[in-house]
């Protein structure tokens, strides 16, 4: 029995999935190390991978329905682990770049609960609109939606990381569209928003609550050529240069990279698709894009073939979050977004967001693997 | 799918999710191909020139020597202390003030104002911050590396003059290339930029072309903080080339020390060599520290003490020799003598005319300086500056013959020498009585008679009649003064002729007119004037007070009455010439001296004359003089 079941875990396991998630992320150390050459970040991404593949391979052979049925306690733990970060305990918390986002954790180095939270609130997500439906979604269930993600974006507001809470709406906003919301609710929310946005942040702007450096990262982004270059225009402008001076094969002539002279900010963290940009170009950023796409694409095909509702709406909740990432990140740094810290999923340093990306694919496969099982 | 929900179509959704998902994919595929293909280029032509950067080596101007390899004027390496423009952009300079001016020992008020002008001047990169830094400052910034990075130490040359003005007129000197130059389309050309060291007056400025050096270059690897990373490529620079005068230093010496004791310490000692026109010695007193300009001018002290000399009512900064112009008084009578004889108004065997003790022009009475000197004539009336003699040799060269007189020394033109800004002596015309009085605008015989003695209108520079005088000696060889000796050549930087940064070899060049003007007068006729100028200073002239013994000196005395006659008062007094060429019969150097307001030619003139000759004598004579043999027999 248990060689049967082996043998039918080895066949159905998705290898695909797996196999583009390790390339992409050898692919991505190998840049971290040409962003920076002397600093150690590639040989902690590699260390990083490794414990994220015990992970992955923890859970994809752990029964995700077990997990599910234990979501409220992840969910409980990912909010507590949030206000462990607020609470200032020396050697523990800690404040990088004036945001109180990391925890400590002896031996593995720093830690960001909420690139983490963003798995158990999708676990959470799904447990509660995984439940076999019959009619579209109520207004009670969206407002419980709404409060599982608006925990935990409370408290990371709380650390003032605006960029982290925005890649938590997506995973709220595929969830009910999967979740038989109203085709004419889901057109109404557009509309909606593509006229509040804009009067919102007319209004913010005229109110001051939307604070003048955020004004000036809009604005930059509007008009990259004549912003301040030297002052809230660098990051965008210099990433664009970076990008730019790629062409298509890649500056790989020159030994001073733009990162190594330092004119590119963070570059083996939020800014490494403009390092992967420079040094191989529009074809090795193609074929990076291609390969997300792949990925993405192959994931939303296992939640096709899921079997139960719930695990369709974990794949799916995670594809969601990994999307809106790439390209708020990669837009980013493309200069037609504004800048703000978010990583690009398996490429950028940082050993949260690898651990928790490689936690939603094994979640992914965990769902692919029990598709035939009762 | 097991829970089809087929009322709201979840395979639909899933597929728009989907779609969505590849439309943003294609969205940043765009945009890539925007970035990297279609402006590909112009990014990598702006992150190239973010991390390039030209530092400039400046090459070493050119030296100036003396004739006999002395040093005139050298260029010595300072330390400065500049604040890079481009690092400091995003930041407030003013707030640099307080740790720059304590840390570096600097008047807080200097670097505000350096700051200050820096906002209106946008072509310049760097600021600077203090000159001629000591080793502490230069330690100083090295230890502020990482506070401010903006900070840098350059190494310049920096033009070094000789002491207490000496030479100042003749070497001019150098200072930055100023606004209104470079709107010139001529100093473009040449490739001056903003901050460039030029030569602004005398040799400095008319051979800036060959003391000037070929800046070298670094082309260098910058971080986002302008730290050098590596260095891609060094261009030496090539050094200007030396120029060698015709100076010595040892007669301008003696000529500067004459002109620092006359009365009023004001005047010009020129000596030349009336064989080829090399100018041995020039001074004008007087004189201005040049150092000023190349060294001290940025600071406060320095831009008062240029106002100073601009308002100085002597004018120190006027080179008197060339720019200076006197009547030429006494000293105007060889001239006329040689042109007399040429012209055939007198000749060799009959020369003489009435001195009378003046003349009477209408009814007015000129008299003749020196009292009644019967009918002599030319040697006597050259030997005794007979006025009255030169009164009827006018009249009988009428206007017309002292004007060609005029033209034939070039009195009416520059003489070509090489320094700038030579002005035109003014010779008698029509023209110009008319436009100094045009109440009485008509030349009357008065006029010609003023003119015949170098007290009419004409004013003449030193350097004109100097050359004039020494062509009478030189039997009418006539050189055009200068102080070019040698530009020596220097050697091609580079190895590659094909490259633009080869900086070829730049050859030696001497004078480019060394040929006389060659002045058609008998030797006899010129020979005559020659022994009545020698008379002057050896038989009975009016300058027998400065006979040397074995140096036949030949020279007219001359003292021409300022223009405002009848007002006392040293300042007002005549100033005093001595022109002349020695040996008389073999001329080896000329010299004229001019001291003003001083009085007599015989008083003031010859004397400084017979110094410049005491020190030419020495340094040419000594060989035979103290041989061995002889000083043995005078320490006996």
Known sequence: ?374 | MKFVDDSQNLRGRLRLIQALILVLLAVLSVRLYVLQIINGQHYAGIAENQRIRLLPIPAARGRIFDRNGQVLVDSRPIYSIILSREDTKGIDRYSLIKPLSEGLNIDPQFLREQFDQVKTQPAFESIPIKEEASPADVAWVEAHELELPALRVEQTPQRRYLPDGMLAHAVGYVGEVSQEQLKQQEYRDKGYKPGDIIGQEGLESVYDDYLRGRDGYRKVIVDSRGRIQNEVERIEPQSGQDLVTTIDLDLQRAAEDQLRKSPQGRGVIIAMDPNNGEIFALASAPTFDPNLFSQRITTKDGRAEYQKLLTDPDKPLINRAIQGRYPPGSTWKPLMATAGLQQGAISIDSSNLVCGGGITIGNKFTRCMGGNHGSPNVHFAIEHSCDGYFYRLGLKMKLEGIQAMADEFDLDKRTGIDLPHEVISTTPSRELKARLLPKDPEWKDIDTVYSSFGQGEDVLTPVALLRAHSAIGMKGKMYTPHLLKEVRAIAAVGNDPSRPDYRPERPARTFDRPQPKVLPIPTDQSDLVVHAMWSVVNVAGTATGIKMAGFDIAGKTGTAQVVRLGKEGSEHKDHSWFVSYAPAFKPEISCVALIENAGLGSRFGAPSVRAMYDVYYAKTRPAKELSPNNVAIRIR
């Not at chain 1, 990083?48 to 306690?73: C, H, S």
């Not at chain 1, 509309?191 to 450096?213: D, E, M």
């Not at chain 1, 703000?340 to 050993?351: F, K, N, T």
């Open chain 1, 1 to 374: 029995m248990v060689a049967i079941l082996e043998k039918r875990k080895l066949r159905d396991f998705d290898w695909l999935v797996a196999a583009l998630a390790i390339t992409i992320v050898c692919f991505g150390t190998w840049e971290i190390h040409n962003a920076q050459p002397t600093e150690t970040f590639w040989q902690k991404q590699l260390i990083g991978l490794g414990i994220a593949l015990v992970a992955m391979l923890v859970i994809a052979f752990t029964d995700y329905r077990r997990v599910i049925e234990l979501a409220p306690v992840f969910y409980v733990f990912g909010l507590m682990l949030l206000v462990l970060v607020l609470v200032p305990i020396p050697g523990i918390s800690l404040k990088i770049n004036g945001h109180r986002a990391w925890l400590r954790v002896p031996g593995i180095g720093q830690f960001q609960p909420s690139e983490f939270v963003k798995v158990t609130t999708a676990i959470m997500l799904a447990r509660y609109f995984g439940k076999h439906r019959s009619g579209p979604l109520t207004i009670k269930q969206m407002v419980m939606g709404g409060v599982i993600l608006g925990l935990p974006i409370a408290l990371i507001l709380l650390e003032h990381d605006a960029g982290s809470v925005l890649t938590y709406f997506p995973i709220l906003l595929v969830v009910l569209f999967l979740s038989a919301m109203r085709m004419r609710i889901v057109i109404g929310a557009i509309v909606l928003s593509i006229v509040v946005v804009p009067a919102g942040y007319w209004v913010g702007v005229q109110t001051h609550l939307v604070k003048n450096y955020q004004q000036e990262r809009i604005n930059v982004i509007l008009d990259p050529e004549n912003a301040d270059k030297r002052g809230f225009g660098y990051h965008t402008w210099q990433s664009m240069v970076t990008v730019g001076e790629g062409g298509l094969l890649g500056n790989r002539g020159s030994e001073y990279s733009q990162s190594s002279l330092k004119f590119l900010p963070e570059p083996h963290s939020d800014f490494i698709f403009a390092v992967t940009a420079e040094t191989t170009g529009f074809i090795g950023c193609l074929l990076l894009l291609a390969a997300y796409a792949l990925l993405l694409t192959r994931l939303i095909t296992d939640a096709r073939r899921s079997r139960d509702r719930t695990g369709m709406l974990v794949i799916m909740a995670i594809v969601g979050g990994l999307a809106f990432q790439i390209f708020i990140n990669v837009g980013m740094v493309l200069g037609f977004l504004p800048v703000i810290g978010v990583p690009l999923p398996l490429m950028s340093a940082g050993l949260s967001s690898v651990l928790s990306t490689f936690i939603a694919i094994g979640f992914a496969i965990s769902v692919q693997l029990r598709r035939f099982v009762n």
